[in-house]
């Protein structure tokens, strides 16, 4: 391939990319297709999301939504024109973050919505940024992870009965996604749990954000839910049951982004013991 202005190499594999990355163009782990359907609305997320029959197929779908316009002008902003300096060399993803791990998990993380330098930067969950390096250590202590590092789509991580992805697909400004972007992303979130659950045993939510997306998420799909809504904190616990009778945990930790893990607000002390209890 012949190199234009605008291409860029990826860090691992050297293949040369525009940012954004077009879906289908080779990036490590994609999982879509140049031909992959887009939705454009909130009504298409619904109906695309219930037609997904594998995690493959929802992950396909999820990383070309272009269903909420504020959030797709400041992911590609950001890929084009707001880079971090210390990343200007390299392409970057710039579409909605598909969800990494297990396809058939037993636990499912739930973050809050992927960092503009990070997700958006190396198109996979909570890699790239300081709250990765947390989450994938801690997976990896955990034994749920191959490496305790996670820097770029196609360095060789994998989780194994574990499964991440996020309330939120998309970078949002500011990292405050508004409440109709937290709804239609919602719809992704009730089929990767639909997805999940025959072999689900837990979910962990990152922050609170996260929390009530997953409970609305199973109030959604007609799963039992404790009344009045269950208060998020670090450590928090309740169960919810699907259609099919079986019962799931959420629990909640602190997020680990540098507010928090900074401030010691939350410790690798405490991210480990809310990973062994699950």
């Known amino acids: 391939m012949t190199k234009t202005a605008s291409q860029l190499p990826h860090p691992v594999t050297g293949q040369l990319f525009e940012s954004p990355v077009p879906p289908?163009?080779?990036?490590?782990?994609?999982?879509?297709?140049?031909?992959?359907?887009i939705a454009w609305t909130e009504r298409q997320v619904e109906q695309m999301a219930g037609l997904a029959g594998s995690v493959a197929e929802l992950d396909a779908v999820v990383s070309v939504c272009r269903a909420c316009?504020?959030?797709?002008?400041?992911?590609?902003?950001?890929?084009t024109e707001g880079k971090r300096a210390s990343f200007a060399d390299q392409p970057y993803w710039g579409r909605p973050g598909p969800g990494f791990g297990d396809p058939e998990p037993e636990i499912l993380v739930i973050g809050l919505a992927?960092?503009?330098n990070g997700t958006n930067r190396t198109g996979r969950m909570f890699t790239g940024d300081r709250s990765g390096d947390w989450l994938y250590a801690a997976l990896h202590?955990?034994?749920?992870?191959?490496?305790?590092?996670?820097?770029?789509?196609?360095?060789?991580?994998?989780?194994?009965?574990?499964?991440?992805?996020?309330?939120?697909?998309?970078a949002p400004p500011g990292n405050k996604p508004d409440p109709a972007e937290r709804h239609t992303c919602g719809l992704w979130l009730d089929r990767d749990l639909a997805l999940a659950a025959p072999g689900l045993r837990s979910m962990l939510a990152?922050?609170?954000?996260a929390w009530d997306a997953t409970l609305a998420s199973a109030r959604r799909l007609g799963w039992a839910v404790q009344r009045p809504r269950p208060r998020f904190t670090h450590g928090a616990e309740t169960a919810m049951v699907t259609t099919t009778d079986r019962s799931i945990r959420l629990v909640g930790s602190y997020h680990?982004?540098?507010?928090?893990t900074f401030t010691g607000r939350l410790t690798e002390t405490m991210l480990d013991e809310v990973l062994a209890g699950l």
């Open 24 to 37: 289908g163009a080779g990036w490590p782990g994609d999982p879509a297709k140049s031909a992959s359907t």
């Open 69 to 79: 316009p504020r959030l797709v002008k400041w992911r590609e902003t950001v890929a």
């Open 114 to 116: 992927p960092a503009a």
């Open 141 to 170: 202590r955990a034994g749920y992870a191959s490496q305790p590092t996670s820097t770029h789509a196609g360095d060789g991580q994998s989780l194994t009965g574990v499964r991440i992805v996020a309330a939120v697909r998309c």
């Open 206 to 209: 990152l922050g609170a954000i």
């Open 256 to 260: 680990v982004s540098q507010q928090n």
